[in-house]
């Protein structure tokens, strides 16, 4: 704890309970908190003895307004290694690319939770894991929640998917096991958008970012006076979703005295406020999803087998990416489609060599941390492509130790697309016009050449040209 215990912040904010809070949160893992008030403070403090021992920097934008950005570079300018973590109540995506291209380690969005602040603070400073690129970043672009968003043609995916489709049309209960990233939340989405409760409410309850002394008020309830603080009555996520759809993520961090409530809830058919001396039937259909397989927790005595069989009366496993080699190049080029709709972005392709480097990693974060990565990558990006210098840290990682695959060795080039924008294939037209015109351009418009590379005769080549509508001189 010694060491923890000298990492110093500073926190660039004038409003004295926002300080008061992020000072405390930040104490409790280690940190002591030093506090500059405006710009001209923050940048003085970094001269100062003080100054010289911070490792990392929260800035609350409304401190220096507009020019928070301009702010950022010139204490980067100052101490370039030095982390910035930005505070703001805008969600707006330009916010967040101008704040990263001035030197932002990560954006939050006020108001933070703890748990946020602390894994960016983690994040940030670790020496574990690389810095700037593989931070998660708070911004979830938008996406529709239906089964043709979920990218992939892996047999694993595709066979959960099957499973999780034919379950959105049915009432019974719905686990959903995978590691965190693999994308559980957009799932239970897409399961709701496709189930005959489509139309009522959708509410998510994640336990790992509720406090473990209000789950139970916030799942179940309670009546005004039930405990101290309890100033007035809450109806809880099981009673608010009558008729519709509660899905409660990482179920797997459930405390076993709320797994017991949770189970009599769903095998009675009601639920009882904390102090109420009566109960209401409900009528909800429950999505559970885990990030650890639950069979190994009941094995291991951290989960009730009462409850998983409550659960899981439909279970889905989604594989993680590591699994899903061969899916990779349709994730990158769906998300960086999406990341060009940005405000700030543009449309980017991606090289063979890119593509290469990502499929070595084993990507922990999974498909969430891949997004994330490809964000920050394309913020940076002055090209039409990313290619592998756009992942620095991810290059030095790969090379200190990991090794890449042959697949690497692939020259880069934009090469030939496969996939459309939304990570289906392309037409076989479209494919093969591309194939003869990369030919062309290969062989320098030598015709023969082309056609005995193609493994066509001449006469089949020209009728091709002629068919395509492709000029033999481009």
Not at 16 to 35: F, K, N, V, Y
Not at 65 to 81: M, V
Not at 422 to 443: H, M, S, T
Request: charged residues 20%.
């Amino acid at each position: 704890m010694a060491e923890l215990e000298q990492r110093l912040l500073m926190l660039i904010d004038d409003e004295p309970a926002q300080c008061r809070l992020i000072s405390a949160l930040a104490a409790r893992e280690g940190w002591r908190t030093i506090i500059a008030r405006d710009s001209e403070t923050a940048i003085a403090t970094l001269g100062t003895r003080q100054g010289m021992q911070l490792a990392a920097i929260i800035l609350d934008q409304w401190v220096p307004g507009d020019d928070a950005c301009g702010l950022i570079a010139e204490l980067k300018s100052r101490r370039p290694q030095l982390p910035i973590l930005m505070l703001t109540t805008s969600a707006s995506p330009l916010l967040a690319v101008e704040a990263m291209r001035a030197g932002a380690t990560d954006y939050l969005i006020k108001p933070v939770a703890p748990e946020r602040l602390m894994e960016a603070l983690r994040s940030a400073t670790t020496r574990e894991a690389p810095r700037d690129e593989l931070a998660p970043l708070t911004e979830k672009m938008p996406s529709n929640p239906d089964f043709e968003a979920m990218i992939g043609a892996a047999p694993t995916f595709r066979a959960a998917l099957a499973v999780a489709a034919k379950a959105a049309r049915s009432h019974s209960p719905v686990l959903i096991e995978g590691e965190s990233g693999t994308g559980k939340e957009m799932l239970i989405r897409a399961m709701h958008a496709a189930s005959p409760r489509a139309k009522t409410p959708l509410r998510i309850i994640n336990v790992g970012t509720t406090p473990v002394n209000s789950i139970e008020s916030v799942l179940f309830g309670h009546e005004k006076g039930a405990f101290a603080g309890a100033f007035d009555r809450q109806i809880g996520a099981i009673q608010q979703c009558d008729g519709a759809t509660l899905a409660i993520d990482e179920i797997d961090r459930l405390p076993l005295a709320m797994q017991e409530r949770l189970v009599e809830s769903l095998t009675r058919g009601d639920v009882r406020p904390i102090g109420a001396p009566y109960s209401f039937k409900v009528d909800v259909r429950l999505i559970a999803a885990s990030n650890l397989p639950l069979k190994d927790m009941v094995s291991g005595g951290h989960f009730l087998p009462e409850l998983l069989q409550a659960i899981s009366g439909v279970s889905v496993s989604l594989p993680p990416l590591r699994q899903r080699p061969g899916d990779m190049a349709a994730l990158c080029r769906h998300f960086l489609a999406r990341i060009g709709e940005q405000p700030g972005l543009r449309q980017l392709g991606i090289t063979d060599g890119a593509l290469a480097l990502l499929a070595a990693y084993d990507w922990p974060g999974n498909v969430r941390q891949l997004q994330a990565v490809l964000f920050r990558a394309a913020v940076f990006c002055d090209g039409d492509a990313l290619t592998s210098e756009d992942f620095p840290q991810l290059s030095n990682m790969l090379g200190s130790g990991q090794p890449i695959s042959s697949s690497a060795s692939v020259p880069e080039s934009s090469g030939v697309m496969l996939y459309t924008a939304d990570g289906n294939l392309r037409p076989l037209e479209e494919i093969e016009a591309d194939v003869i015109r990369l030919a062309i351009g290969l062989y320098r418009g030598r015709m023969t050449e082309v056609a005995r590379r193609l493994g066509i005769g001449r006469s089949t080549l020209y009728r091709k040209l002629s068919e395509l509508g492709i000029d033999n001189a481009a």
